[in-house]
């Protein structure tokens, strides 16, 4: 068996990969409304294309199936997640215009540089959230773009069609305990969102059995601590400034009152 031209040969014939580092990491059913595992992406850990070719050639009886000493095909590559829900569905609070260059080109942008760095290093076959923890803190150029994946993942996952609103049961309960009332806490998060200097996220995250708002610089993320995130606000400017410019307030408000997906936080809150 002879692997030629990112194909390979078995039994007489030739079965194509999908690209020389194979695309493997897709979860489309995650990704559907009101889906409650996002780490079930962020966990995933993708076989290498060569392991996905002889489960084919064993399913198909083949003759032999030798596998080579250095296979020539090995790595396997990190996908642009789909969006949660359509390019329009967020209209008119956050555009279609917004999403083709925050999701197609930004997004995209971090997915293609991983899996440029990643290839030949420890990273490798490893999940997206065990990459961003592994390289916090020692390798920035791995740790910017596998965070900015998983964050702008977890951010669209916290805005839905019709959301914002209140949270209800437990999770609304537990808001009221600690900031007083919900009231209190839009104004913490739009605080701390607002006044995050430059780039980066503000958070409601659960940390034992405490709820607190944080904001993170430029790809830091919570994941990389002993919190657990329910949701995020992006304020990198290209988040926002093609729909609101300079009045990041006004996005936030936004955010808070018409996108929120509060079913995405319970979901978080209940792990």
């Known amino acids: 068996m002879a692997f030629v031209s990112g194909a390979v ?3 007489g014939s030739h079965i194509a990969s999908s690209s020389t580092a194979a695309s493997c990491a897709s979860h489309p059913a995650f990704f559907a409304q009101k889906s409650v595992a996002f780490r079930e992406y962020a966990g995933f850990k993708p076989v290498t294309s060569f392991n996905r070719v002889a489960k084919f050639a064993a ?4 003759v032999k199936f030798v596998a080579p000493a250095t296979p020539a095909v090995t ?22 215009n917004t999403l083709d260059f925050h999701y197609g080109k930004h997004h995209q942008a971090y997915v293609t540089n991983l899996n440029k760095l990643v290839p030949g290093t420890e990273f490798e076959g490893k999940s997206l959230e065990e990459i961003v923890k592994l390289s916090a803190g020692k390798n920035p150029a791995v ?10 993942t977890f951010f669209w996952s916290s805005m839905k069609p019709n959301g914002g609103g209140q949270p209800t049961g437990a999770l609304l309960d537990k808001i009221v305990q600690t900031f007083g009332s919900f009231e209190n806490f839009k104004t913490e998060f739009k605080t701390a969102a ?5 780039s980066g996220w503000a958070w409601l995250v659960k940390e034992k059995d405490s709820l607190k708002i944080v ?3 430029n790809a830091e993320t919570p994941i990389t601590t002993a919190a657990v995130p ?7 400017e290209h988040a926002y400034y093609l729909d609101y410019q300079n009045r990041r307030p006004d996005y936030v408000d936004t955010f808070l009152n018409n996108l929120v997906n509060w079913d995405f936080a319970a979901a978080n809150f209940a792990k």
């Open 9 to 11: 040969a078995v039994a």
């Open 59 to 62: 399913s198909r009886n083949a």
């Open 75 to 96: 790595r396997c590559a990190f996908d642009l997640p789909p969006l949660p829900f359509e390019k329009t569905a967020l209209e008119p609070y956050y555009s279609s």
């Open 143 to 152: 740790f910017n773009n596998a965070a900015q994946i998983y964050n702008h």
């Open 194 to 198: 607002v006044t995050q200097f430059g």
């Open 215 to 217: 904001k993170t610089l």
């Open 230 to 236: 329910l949701i995020t606000v992006d304020v990198w």
